[in-house]
């Protein structure tokens, strides 16, 4: 009701109301940020619309227009496109003696979880000069290790899972080469086997192994045709010579039944019709 009654009044008013997306992962007041610089199309999905450059090199226009000439820069979000677009801005930025951190870039072009997130707040506090108290600590991590853990154990990513979610197609196809992609593939299964140890650990009952009910019927056979009376070793050489013929000298502990199985008699099909 609340949303309607705010609604309705924006509109009667002749305001343009543009609310926040859920779960973006930007404080409040970056996002007052970035609907006050005027872009031209607001972003609804940060690691998306941040991926190619051109909304943050808008940005940059604003405070620095001469530097940021948006004729330059491509809306396309073809990995040709992005790097393109993100050449220009880092040239455009060692002009102005700013610098931004170079994993973070990467991770916003590959659109890896929360390196968009972190890269508008960091040019929020360059632009403004104001600090937030969200921003994260030096350990940069763009994985999807804080979504695995919201997961229950029984949905979380495999191993095959883990590397498609954390090494994307565009990272292989920037680094084609196949030892840098092995690399960041055995990174990506050790710390998927790191987490698994530890879910082991907290979740002990439910990687208990149940024992298979389907032994190999010969093993078992031989296993129990050892006699003490007859003295018989299947470990022998002549096991054959000395295995016993009926089970009474063993007590052999398998037991055979035979079954009779009555055929149908099938009627002449000689007959004439």
Not at 62 to 88: E, I
């Amino acid at each position: 009701m609340d949303f309607v009654v705010v609604t309705f009044r924006t509109l009667q008013s002749g305001m343009s109301y543009a609310p926040s997306p859920k779960k973006t992962g930007l404080p409040r007041e970056v996002w007052k940020w970035l609907q006050g610089t005027g872009l031209s199309f607001y972003p609804k999905n940060v690691r998306r619309d941040f991926s190619n450059g051109y909304l943050l090199a808008e940005i940059l226009s604003r405070y620095y227009p001469q530097s940021f000439p948006m004729h330059s820069y491509d809306r396309g979000t073809s990995l040709s496109a992005k790097q393109s677009n993100w050449g220009l801005i880092l040239k455009a930025l060692q002009k102005q003696n700013l610098s931004l951190v170079k994993s973070v870039i990467e991770g916003t072009i590959h659109c890896k979880p929360g390196a968009a997130e972190l890269l508008v707040q960091e040019v929020y506090s360059i632009l403004t000069n104001k600090s937030i108290k969200s921003v994260p600590g030096p350990e940069l991590d763009f994985t999807d290790r804080e979504y695995q853990e919201i997961l229950p154990p029984v949905a979380r990513s495999t191993a095959s899972r883990a590397i498609k979610s954390n090494l994307t197609a565009t990272e292989i196809i920037a680094e084609p080469d196949i030892s840098t992609n092995q690399r960041r593939t055995n990174v990506i299964l050790q710390r998927h086997a790191v987490h698994k140890s530890a879910e082991k650990a907290v979740y002990p009952g439910r990687f208990r192994m149940k024992p298979r009910r389907s032994p190999l019927v010969g093993k078992a056979l031989v296993s129990s045709s050892y006699c003490d009376e007859c003295d018989i070793n299947p470990s022998s050489e002549d096991v054959a010579a000395k295995l016993c013929s009926t089970s009474v000298c063993c007590k052999a502990a398998a037991s055979y039944k035979e079954l009779k199985v009555l055929q149908p008699v099938r009627r002449s099909q000689d007959k004439e019709l």
